[in-house]
């Protein structure tokens, strides 16, 4: 047999893996050093060359943008396609084993996945029932104690309080809150997880039927399982089917999500014959780039160690740029790529990444105002977008009427009479006679119990619901959704109620996930033959919000966080606000653990880079409301000297270098003090007034002569930017 295609273009120590018998392996490499092409070559290796069946492997990877990749890259390799083959991320291959074995799960069929807002939402109205006080317990932090019990695989009943009343009313919420989703038919994220687990762990039938099914078991980015994901990964593999993982534990980077770098080293205690192989050419970065992320990582302890060599050229410096704050540095950033595209590259090759989603938003404005297409990964993903939601909540209750978030989502909205009091006597009866809200709603109509009008009421919403129902049932997908939006009145309500924009632009979004249901392929799985198109479309809804929007085909610019570009690689890389407080993240700086994990993600950021590594930081930002000054992030400082151009705005005078600049601690900016006089005659923090505007405090100044401009944020009119020979300030 030819294997050329399958080990052609590796390394040697990338083909021992790839061509290794059937035995635990560790792949345990730096970035870029060819990990998932080892795992997507293992793959098409033990199909072509072993003669394994697709069906007899399962592959996870950790977003669904890289299963879909891996799938393509296995196929071209191969050169035909590979049906039944197991590829996706954890919460992917739980879904679908949970949709293939409802019943044994314990859930209905048309069980519907709980998303993070909606799982907050739930725990609120918990908090209520149990009268707990919101302010003490916040949802948000419920919520995340629920999750992380169910990470380490503990059920309410497992969990001792200690005699700790805080504990015990968390229990509390924990228990009524699983027992609520039960009957509600919903499912959270890391319940898809541990219910999979818990089914294939007490059902020994199942369980021998996968392990005798899934002979290879493979696991990319493996730094950033958690507990439940590697207890899941083991009970799937048993003892006797091996486990291929590749990991870099440089890049673990969600420690805060409960990850555990320790699974690496578990790995070779729980499995004895496991081989490891390391590799360490990098085949991404050119030298300089290499060099730097070399140097930055250094600066974490206990790592296992490993230095990555390319033999690329040296290629270009790092670029550092100093931006007065975040507008300039996101003007800065577009002329560049502007720049970019003029020298024939596509915008597709740059990516922009930054640690906080809400940076986005300085980017997206002057990208439209230039004309720059661009795609935001993760951020406001549009499956979670309010209108988005509104619709599917619809379309959800149609499709499992026990669904009582989606059904406290939608029962007055767009409003229609049914007050809040009336549905808190729905949600009474419920809770006593433990039934869904629904069935409570369509029987409240003639029980005499509710007044003539909220009774009248709740009886347009159940007629409106059933009519859906039917009226739908025979329609291809968007017809479905489209009609589920006429039927609801959700655009008339919004058109109403937000005029101008927002109004429209919901409406816009309305319109588009009609378009998405119609773009959507549901494909026929001979494995889940009652999957109908709704709830397969319903189901990719929950579990790909976060990644990104509808593909259009347009040359873009890719936007997203740090951590979303994990396993991705760009040509041009933007590193952006590189400011203590914001890189690394405030919640990090006074604890050391955190703060690896931080430089970590910042390593993830700068091996994402083939050619060109722009960073850069803003000496003013502002950012969730506030104005913050932050010095530069203490990372830039680690970064050797000779491998940085720094790029200064030719007309600032007044600043120093990021070296020169004091380490953290104060939150005071180190240049452009308030009382320190711009080339104008203006300072800082000097009160002026302009004729339109009125008072106001100067913020910012930058340019010199004809250029020169200050920001003053006026106290009726907000902040501007003003070009002083223009403006004609006066001093107060
Ligand atoms: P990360 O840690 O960021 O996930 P990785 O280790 O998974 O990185 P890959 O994405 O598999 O690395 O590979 C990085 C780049 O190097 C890819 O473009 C890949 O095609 C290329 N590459 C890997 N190995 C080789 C090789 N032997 N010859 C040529 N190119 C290679
Ligand atoms: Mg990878």
């Known amino acids: 047999m030819d294997v050329s295609p399958i080990l052609d273009e590796l390394n040697k120590p990338q083909r021992e893996a790839v061509s290794a018998p059937p035995q635990p392996m560790l792949v345990l490499a730096g970035a870029g050093s060819g990990k998932t092409r080892v795992l997507v070559h293992r793959i098409a290796w033990l199909l072509e060359v072993e003669g394994i069946s697709p069906l007899s492997i399962l592959s996870?990877?950790?977003?669904?943008?890289?299963?879909?990749?891996?799938?393509?890259?296995?196929?071209?390799?191969?050169?035909?396609?590979?049906?039944?083959?197991?590829?996706?991320?954890?919460?992917?291959?739980?879904?679908?084993?949970?949709?293939?074995?409802?019943?044994?799960?314990?859930?209905?069929?048309?069980?519907?996945?709980?998303?993070?807002?909606?799982?907050?939402?739930?725990?609120?109205?918990?908090?209520?029932?149990?009268?707990?006080?919101?302010?003490?317990?916040?949802?948000?932090?419920?919520?995340?104690?629920?999750?992380?019990?169910?990470?380490?695989?503990?059920?309410?009943?497992?969990?001792?309080?200690r005699g700790d009343p805080a504990q015990r009313e968390l229990i509390r919420v924990y228990s009524l809150y699983e027992e609520t989703c039960q009957r509600n038919g919903v499912v959270d994220f890391?319940?898809?997880?541990?219910?999979?687990?818990?089914?294939?762990?007490?059902?020994?039938?199942?369980?021998?039927?996968?392990?005798?099914?899934?002979?290879?078991?493979?696991?990319?980015?493996?730094?950033?399982?958690?507990?439940?994901?590697?207890?899941?990964?083991?009970?799937?593999?048993?003892?006797?089917?091996?486990?291929?993982?590749?990991?870099?534990?440089?890049?673990?980077?969600?420690?805060?999500?409960?990850?555990?770098?320790?699974?690496?080293?578990?790995?070779?205690?729980?499995?004895?014959?496991?081989?490891?192989?390391?590799?360490?050419?990098?085949?991404?970065?050119?030298?300089?780039?290499?060099?730097?992320?070399?140097?930055?990582?250094?600066?974490?302890?206990?790592?296992?160690?490993?230095?990555?060599?390319?033999?690329?050229?040296?290629?270009?410096?790092?670029?550092?740029?100093?931006?007065?704050?975040?507008?300039?540095?996101?003007?800065?950033?577009?002329?560049?790529?502007?720049?970019?595209?003029?020298?024939?590259?596509?915008?597709?090759?740059?990516?922009?990444?930054?640690?906080?989603?809400?940076?986005?938003?300085?980017?997206?404005?002057?990208?439209?105002?230039?004309?720059?297409?661009?795609?935001?990964?993760?951020?406001?993903?549009?499956?979670?977008?309010?209108?988005?939601?509104?619709?599917?909540?619809?379309?959800?209750?149609?499709?499992?009427?026990?669904?009582?978030?989606?059904?406290?989502?939608?029962?007055?909205?767009?409003?229609?009479?049914?007050?809040?009091?009336?549905?808190?006597?729905?949600?009474?009866?419920?809770?006593?006679?433990?039934?869904?809200?629904?069935?409570?709603?369509?029987?409240?109509?003639?029980?005499?119990e509710f007044t003539a009008r909220a009774a009248g009421a709740i009886g347009r919403f159940v007629h409106l619901i059933r009519q859906m129902n039917e009226e739908i049932k025979s329609l291809p997908l968007y017809e479905q959704v489209e009609a589920v939006i006429s039927l609801a009145g959700l655009k008339e309500h919004f058109l109403a109620k937000e005029k101008g924009e927002t109004g429209q632009a919901r409406v816009d979004n309305l319109n588009e996930l009609v378009t998405a249901a119609n773009g959507y392929v549901h494909i026929q799985d001979d494995e889940l033959p009652d999957m109908d198109e709704l709830s397969s479309f319903l189901a990719h809804a929950a579990l790909e919000a976060g990644e990104g929007q509808g593909d259009a085909g347009e040359d873009c610019v890719q936007m997203m966080t740090l951590h979303s570009a994990k396993g991705l690689e760009f040509s041009m890389v933007f590193l952006c606000g590189l400011e203590e407080g914001l890189f690394p993240h405030q919640m990090s700086v006074n604890e050391p653990g955190r703060l690896e994990e931080e430089r970590r993600l910042c390593y993830v950021g700068i091996t994402r880079a083939e050619q060109q590594l722009v960073i850069s930081y803003a000496e003013q930002r502002q950012l969730h409301g506030q104005t913050r000054f932050n010095p530069p992030s203490r990372f830039l400082q680690e970064l050797p000297e000779e491998l940085v151009d720094e790029i200064r705005p030719k007309v600032q005078t007044y600043q120093t270098s990021y070296r020169a600049q004091a380490r953290p601690a104060t939150n005071v900016r180190p240049s452009h003090r308030p009382g320190s006089q711009t080339e104008s005659g203006f300072s800082i923090g000097q009160q002026v007034s302009h004729a339109k505007f009125g008072e106001g405090v100067i913020t910012n100044a930058e340019g010199a002569g004809a250029h020169a401009r200050v920001e003053v944020n006026f106290e009726t009119a907000g902040r501007k930017w003003l070009v002083l020979v223009y403006a004609s300030l006066q001093k107060v």
């Open 60 to 161: 996870v990877t950790f977003t669904n943008k890289a299963a879909a990749e891996m799938r393509g890259r296995i196929q071209r390799l191969l050169g035909m396609p590979v049906g039944g083959l197991w590829c996706g991320t954890f919460h992917g291959l739980a879904h679908r084993l949970l949709r293939m074995h409802w019943r044994e799960a314990n859930l209905p069929q048309t069980f519907q996945i709980l998303d993070s807002e909606d799982q907050i939402r739930m725990v609120k109205r918990l908090l209520k029932t149990l009268e707990l006080d919101e302010n003490r317990w916040p949802p948000r932090q419920v919520a995340g104690f629920i999750n992380a019990r169910k990470d380490e695989g503990s059920r309410p009943q497992h969990l001792d309080d």
């Open 190 to 448: 890391a319940e898809l997880l541990l219910r999979s687990l818990e089914l294939l762990r007490d059902n020994l039938e199942l369980q021998a039927h996968y392990r005798n099914r899934f002979r290879h078991v493979l696991v990319d980015e493996f730094q950033d399982t958690n507990a439940l994901q590697y207890a899941w990964l083991r009970l799937i593999a048993g003892d006797q089917n091996p486990i291929f993982a590749v990991g870099d534990d440089d890049q673990s980077i969600y420690g805060w999500r409960g990850a555990k770098i320790e699974n690496i080293h578990n790995f070779t205690r729980h499995y004895p014959s496991c081989v490891t192989i390391r590799l360490e050419q990098n085949y991404r970065s050119s030298g300089n780039i290499l060099k730097a992320a070399n140097a930055l990582i250094d600066n974490n302890r206990g790592r296992l160690g490993k230095k990555l060599w390319t033999d690329d050229r040296d290629g270009e410096k790092l670029h550092l740029y100093a931006a007065f704050n975040e507008l300039d540095e996101a003007r800065y950033i577009t002329g560049r790529i502007k720049q970019w595209v003029d020298d024939g590259n596509l915008r597709s090759d740059v990516a922009i990444l930054y640690r906080s989603n809400a940076q986005s938003r300085v980017f997206e404005s002057t990208f439209n105002e230039n004309r720059i297409p661009y795609r935001v990964y993760g951020g406001l993903r549009f499956f979670e977008r309010a209108e988005i939601k509104d619709a599917l909540a619809y379309l959800r209750l149609t499709s499992n009427l026990a669904d009582d978030p989606s059904f406290e989502r939608i029962v007055n909205h767009p409003p229609r009479g049914i007050g809040e009091r009336t549905v808190d006597m729905l949600r009474q009866i419920a809770r006593t006679e433990r039934r869904p809200l629904w069935e409570v709603a369509a029987e409240a109509v003639d029980s005499g």
